[in-house]
């Protein structure tokens, strides 16, 4: 199973992202999947996850500005960031739950940066 993650960069606060990770493999089926960041100095924390019923949840930080969303046909989870912060700076990590056929655990992706700076 790999998780590729894209679309990290450069923005100015005030500006948007979209991150997108899509998961591939023998995969039985994927029970949720999220970003985490990890910014430096700082411990590894949740910015958004989502069911595969479509529940959501999210840091408080982001609330009202990160968006998560899932494509279940494409095993692919997307991350919209609008009016970024510099305190958004960190490397994202996409996370997987999910099942093949040696059982059901986490997966990570490699980690994308997003640099929000002027």
């Known amino acids: 199973v790999q998780l590729q993650a894209s679309g990290g960069g450069l923005v100015q606060p005030g500006g948007s992202l979209r991150l997108s990770c899509a998961a591939s493999?023998?995969?039985?089926?994927?029970?949720?999947m999220g970003w985490y960041r990890q910014a430096p100095g700082k411990q590894r924390e949740l910015v958004a996850a989502?069911?595969?019923?479509?529940?959501?949840n999210y840091a408080d930080s982001v609330k009202g500005r990160f968006t998560i969303s899932r494509d279940n046909a494409k095993n692919t989870v997307y991350l919209q960031m609008n009016s970024l912060k510099p305190e958004d700076t960190a490397v994202y990590y996409c996370?997987?739950?999910?099942?093949?056929?040696?059982?059901?655990?986490?997966?990570w992706g490699q980690g994308t940066l997003v640099t929000v700076s002027s």
């Open positions: 996370n997987a739950y999910l099942s093949t056929g040696w059982g059901t655990k986490d997966y």
């Open positions: 493999g023998s995969i039985f089926s994927i029970n949720a």
């Open positions: 989502i069911t595969s019923g479509g529940s959501t």
